[in-house]
């Protein structure tokens, strides 16, 4: 997808017309209907509006990554790197073995 047809996407999952995202990143929706349908690219100034604004990340905007990062989850991650390296080993060897258990007990609920 490019990245015009991911802000329509998620400006449309967001209930917001071209006129109010337009505006809250202080451009006109004509602007935006332009970034939509790929016939003007947006600076990265603005890229970073828009993704604040709909609430994912620049990779995710972009198309870069399919992982979707919500603000929460995006401030956990910015928590976590600024722990030390052992604080922040634990979480993650923690982490590592709900997702293991999880899918563990979601293999076996299959059976």
């Known amino acids: 997808m490019t990245i ?7 400006r449309k999952k967001k209930e917001l017309s071209q006129a109010e995202l337009g505006k809250k990143i ?3 929706g004509d602007i ?6 790929d016939i003007m690219s947006p600076s990265i100034e603005v890229i970073i509006k828009i ?31 600024k722990l030390p390296d052992d604080a922040r080993n634990y979480i993650f060897e923690h982490l590592d073995m709900m997702i ?7 293999e076996y609920s299959h059976k």
């Open 4 to 10: 015009g047809e991911n802000i329509m996407l998620l």
């Open 32 to 37: 935006i209907g332009r970034y939509e349908r």
């Open 26 to 28: 202080g451009t006109s």
């Open 100 to 106: 293991r258990d999880f899918k563990t007990r979601k």
């Open 51 to 81: 993704a604040d604004v709909l609430e994912v990340s620049i990779d995710y905007l972009v198309g870069s990554t399919n992982i979707k990062l919500d603000k929460a989850t995006q401030k956990r991650l910015q928590d976590i790197s």
